[in-house]
């Protein structure tokens, strides 16, 4: 999913007739608040984001959720690595929902990374980051931003400023130089006598000096645990059970809901006729909502079965006539008619039209929230991605202030960009239910609405004119693509083409759509690597030279190629009717490279023998769980390429739960070697960046197999049927 830079920019124009001296200002409260959230009497806080207590024990307070990803163990490996920190000593802790816990570091690095902003605003002051994060209530997990954004901007830098200081500390009480201070597994040595200060006996003086702004981070030869394969904190509990989301919840008295909204979104609830849920044992309430109707019972089981009982009338909202082909028609004329026809003159023109369906998030936890609403006071239980931003939208749909709404952020069951606060009824209808109960009540969404009530991933169309000059390379390249919503022109784009041209038409639709693994780069890797592939194909070139020709001799993508042709044996002979594709792409500030063999089976499906990655993101904190990362994506990606699709019908969704939306099953997933390819470059995402190549790998695989071009996803049967 992704993370737009304009939400910080608009906030930045908010901010901006407050002047300094108040955005210090601000700034100070927020720290004050937070310091008093996370410190303890036996223990010195830093900032309120670590906590260093008497018994040497060091607490991190992660403003990401857990959602399966493992970056609390990446963001503690980089604060102990900078801290010295004893690594069995390490406990993360999820930062509470306040605004004194913003995320002011992903603030920084969207706008001042070079990967993701601009590297000119580095030098603002921090008070500034911090209060364009709290403006925009952001505690987002999402947009592969924990490791580049909070780890390297913020836990990096704050367990440096905290070692100096411990050093600093410990040079005062020794009597001796800081410069003859070492420190190492929580304890700072001198040198020159062995004694030595454990950080537990220093910690509370340490936290009142006056942090460093900049302090030096280690370089990487220095580094003992960024760069190692420790195990993941949060799989124990995974393992064992322990661990609790939000549908596991259990309050004292607490009821359970289910609901159903107008199957047709834009539509509203006309009637219904509650009897045959009242009817039904343990069913306690209906609710009549303005686009749904819901069921309170005893359970989530006498919840469900009386909201299958009921018979409601929902209006259409006038979007009863639309369906994927209407949408797509009217897509497939915009884009046909944006991208503009290049030079004629310049050589050969070569023209292609792709298209990519709705697609579903599908995590395996639907939604589900408890609220209890208690003396003019709001409590709410659950995983989503943004818990401040929750907070704040629990507090509008209440209308309440922010003060009496308190949320209790947990673990998400998935999440892939679905699960942010922007888009959610559940929000809306947790409330509702709340504020109209005695009780606590728990909003469960079965899995048919969360089916039909999704915020999908665009279904998109584009087309691209190219022209190929006499010397077989791209001398213009003009594209536009249509879809309901865009970030821009569609993400990176790393060949030099003389004349190039991407643009984005809008084509509004009822259908609400959102951020999905990789947001755009997984629609335009699909078009663009598909469309080299043809280009090379009309220019008589091997797919991999031709790239290599159109990018910047060393650059990172040349590098990665390199790396994922090599480890696969490109160009040596294969059995007849298998065939290797390959595609990169770059995106979240990191560059991946995939190499797919495959063939088709006798049903017409692909099948996809080996994937081979390349993968180049700056410095790999934990590589087994990067590993697991770039793992998870591909497998993703393919499930997207080969089955799945959300399609509209008379304005509704026509796909009701698994058995009509199928994903990749263990049978159908291949080997998959994975490389990181040795990089000085700046730490980039990886929860995203393995997804996008490996569509297009797979379909100019199926090119190389069987001579049929695929430019329509999902694949399904069309390479072996057209």
Partial sequence: MGIKRRAFLIGGAALAGGGI????????????????????????????????????????????VDMGTGSATALAQMAADELDADWDQIIVEQAPVEPGFANAWLAKALLSDPAMGSAKLAMLPDSIFSALARSVAHQITGGSSAVRGTGQYGFRVLAAAARQSLVEEAAERLGVPANELTTTKGMVTHNGSSKSLRYGDLAKGAATRKLADRPKLKATGELTLIGKSVPRIDIPAKVD?????????????????????????????????????????????????????????????????????????????????????????EQDKLANDGAAAPDANLGKLIAASYRTPYLHHAPMETFALTAL?????????????????????????????LSDVTFHSMPLGGGFGRKLPGQIEIIGQAVTLAMQSPWPVKVIWPREEEFAQGTYRPQSATTIRAVLDANGRIAAWHAAFAQASGLGVGGSFPYEVPSLERKHTKQASHIITGSWRSVEASQHGFYNESFMD???????????????RHLKPGSRAITVLDAAAKASGWGTPLPQ????????????????????????????????????????????????????QVMGAIVM??????????????????????????????????????????????????????????????????????????????????????
């Fill in 21 to 64: 001296f108040a955005l210090q200002y601000g700034d100070y409260a927020a720290r004050r608040d937070a310091l008093a959230l996370t410190r303890s009497q036996k223990a010195g806080s830093f900032t309120g984001w670590l906590r260093i207590g008497e018994d040497s024990r060091v607490t991190i307070f992660t403003p990401h």
């Fill in 241 to 329: 059970g322990s661990v609790k989301y939000g549908i596991d919840v259990s309050l004292p008295s607490m009821r359970v809901a289910t609901v159903m909204a107008a199957p047709v979104r834009g539509g509203k609830l006309e009637s219904v006729d509650p009897a045959p849920a009242m009817a039904i044992k343990g069913v306690e309430k209906v609710v009549k909502l303005e686009d749904a109707v819901a069921v309170i019972a005893t359970g989530y089981w006498p919840a469900l079965k009386g909201l299958r009982a009921l018979s409601p009338q929902f209006s259409d909202g006038g979007n009863g006539a639309v369906s994927s082909a209407t949408i797509f028609a």
């Fill in 373 to 401: 609403f208690k003396d003019g006071k709001l409590e709410v239980w659950g995983g989503l991605q943004d818990p401040l931003g929750t907070r704040h939208a629990i507090a509008s749909a209440a209308g309440i202030s």
């Fill in 534 to 548: 043809e280009l090379a194909h009309e220019a008589g070139v091997d797919p991999l030279e031709f790239r290599k």
């Fill in 577 to 628: 009717g298998t065939g290797r594709g390959i595609a990169v792409v770059e995106c979240f500030g990191t560059v991946c490279a995939h190499v797919v063999q495959a063939s088709v089976r006798e049903d017409g499906y692909p099948k996809v023998e080996k994937v081979w990655a390349a993968v180049d993101c700056g410095q790999v904190v934990n590589p087994r769980n990067a590993e697991a």
């Fill in 637 to 722: 990606g393919l499930s997207a390429a080969i089955h799945e699709e959300i399609t509209i019908e008379k304005g509704a969704v026509r796909q009701a739960s698994f058995p009509d939306y199928p994903l990749l099953s263990l049978a159908e997933t291949p080997d998959i070697a994975i490389e990181f390819v040795p990089s000085s470059a700046p730490v980039g995402g990886l929860g995203e960046p393995g997804l996008p190549p490996i569509a297009p790998a797979l379909a100019n695989a199926l090119f190389a197999a069987t001579g049929r071009r695929i430019r329509q996803l999902p694949i399904k049967t069309q390479a072996s049927h057209g």
